[in-house]
């Protein structure tokens, strides 16, 4: 890897990351020490909220920046940012949407905690912080794919989307993972290179892993795109056509932690067992 250029590394969390049903990612703990240990950046890319983020990263301290609410809301070094929708458009489209469709509609911003956390499996405290969002909206429904064509376009005429997740679909803004990556990224430089805005920013080769259609914008900015397969699913076919997409060899953080190894032995001059990231 030349030393002009570092290397950031964005991950989808539930389903890539974390495994699709118990939320664990022991089984990507070498790659997680590896990554740390070359002082890579690691940023959380989710649907999640940001407390949800938060919490976790008091918890496991994985992360140097996150990314919540696909895009909605990013945080870095104590900085917060919101680009998505104001709570109150995600309200109306909803609302909408429900009196539209022909089956009952309920979402996080709707219905209580003991429901998010029966719907997602997540212990009720855990399932308290995913239902503080501001600028996305999972619905919780049985849709029909008419029910889903409905929704889309009630959504886009409120300048929302309609984005499918490895479980949900969410309504949320324009903002897209992608984006958001870009905006962190440009954090990075400045935070990284110590320079003022009108100096040339530090950059940096991108890796990006994730395992549903909402990860596309963010896999496709990225230098080097990691797809995970799905835990429950069928074959897995490629999300996006990319010039260097790699599909992990399992789903969940054991196929995160061999994705991760075998391109970090091709982008630097270390392997899994060495601690000396040389220039």
Same mark, same amino acid.
């Given at each position: ?5 570092? #290397?950031?590394?964005f991950t ?17 703990r ?23 983020l ?19 809301? #990013? ?13 109150e458009? #995600? ?28 719907? +997602?499996?997540?212990?009720? $405290? ?47 803004g ?8 870009k905006r ?6 400045l ?14 080769? +991108? #890796?990006?892993?994730?395992d549903?259609p909402?990860?596309?914008?963010m896999?496709?900015?990225? $230098? ?13 076919s490629?999300?996006? $056509?990319?010039a ?10 054991a ?25």
């Amino acid at each position: 890897m030349p030393n002009s250029r570092a #290397i950031a590394i964005f991950t989808d969390l539930d389903g890539t990351l974390l495994d699709h049903d118990t939320y664990g990612w022991d089984a990507a703990r070498p790659a997680l020490d590896r990554v740390k240990q070359l002082a890579i950046p690691l940023i959380a890319v989710s649907s999640k909220t940001l407390a949800e983020l938060e919490h976790i990263n008091q918890q496991s301290m994985l992360f140097d920046g996150l990314i919540g609410e696909n895009g909605g809301v #990013i945080s870095l070094n104590g900085e917060i940012e919101q680009a998505g929708p104001s709570s109150e458009t #995600i309200d109306a489209a909803r609302n909408q949407i429900r009196d539209a469709v022909s089956v009952p509609v309920g979402s996080f911003r709707t219905v209580s905690p003991e429901i998010i956390a029966s719907e +997602t499996g997540l212990p009720l $405290d855990d399932a308290i912080r995913a239902g503080q969002r501001h600028c996305s909206d999972p619905l919780i429904w049985q849709a029909s794919k008419q029910d889903v064509t409905t929704a889309r376009a009630i959504a886009e005429k409120w300048s929302l989307k309609l984005v499918k997740g490895g479980r949900f679909h969410t309504l949320c803004g324009p903002s897209t993972k992608g984006e958001a990556m870009k905006r962190i990224l440009q954090w990075l430089a400045l935070s990284q290179s110590g320079k003022s805005e009108t100096s040339p920013p530090k950059r940096f080769t +991108t #890796i990006a892993l994730g395992d549903s259609p909402n990860d596309i914008p963010m896999l496709a900015e990225a $230098d080097f795109a990691i797809q995970i397969p799905t835990k429950h699913g069928a074959r897995t076919s490629p999300l996006l $056509d990319h010039a260097n997409l790699r599909i992990a060899p399992a789903p969940g953080p054991a196929g995160w932690n061999a994705a991760i190894n075998d391109l970090l032995d091709q982008l630097t001059n270390t392997n899994k067992n060495s601690e000396v990231l040389h220039g």
